[in-house]
């Protein structure tokens, strides 16, 4: 699972104790993980969503560690029709019109596999569907430049017929 690393520098004049509050995004697949001047700290959650770090600050370094994850997004009128996102990054499909997929809207990693393709100078991540159609890429739609593309599929039923 990839996660995404948020790095926060913190420099008080004097010591000062107070606590840091950051809210966890809805696309979090699993526990956040902090790490204050490189050790594992314990994270406690609020009701409303914010991880709460109290201690006394001076000059620290803290890393937030967030796990990203692939998953499907229904519209709100069409549950039939879905976008991927990986963790916040809506992906394209680099497909020409409409598409249907066999996938299991809860359980999109078990149809789309993440893969790198090397492109000039770097690796390009990404997913390929491995279900029918197969072989139709999805990268960040920010990367997409002039290529056909889709961001909703359809949902068809799956191999044995399950939706």
Not at 16 to 27: G, Q, S, V
Not at 30 to 43: F, L, R, Y
Request: overall charge negative.
């Amino acid at each position: 699972m990839d996660r995404l690393v948020l790095n926060l520098h913190i420099k008080c004049d004097r010591p000062a104790e107070f606590t840091i509050k950051i809210r966890l995004p809805w696309w979090l697949h699993g526990e956040a993980t902090v790490i204050t001047n490189g050790q594992v700290q314990p994270v406690s959650v609020n009701q409303t969503g914010f991880i709460c770090i109290r201690r006394t600050w001076g000059d620290e370094a803290v890393e937030i560690e967030l796990p990203k994850g692939l998953h499907a997004m229904a519209l709100p009128d069409a549950s039939d029709i879905v976008a991927f996102l990986d963790g916040p990054v809506v992906m394209a499909g680099l497909c020409d019109g409409e598409t249907i997929l066999q996938v299991d809207p809860g359980r999109p990693e078990a149809a789309l596999t993440p893969v790198y393709e090397l492109e000039w100078y770097r690796w390009r991540p990404g997913y390929r569907t491995q279900v029918r159609p197969q072989g139709i890429r999805f990268i960040p739609l920010y990367e997409v430049q002039d290529e056909p593309y889709s961001v909703y599929f359809y949902l068809g039923p799956g191999p044995n017929g399950e939706s």
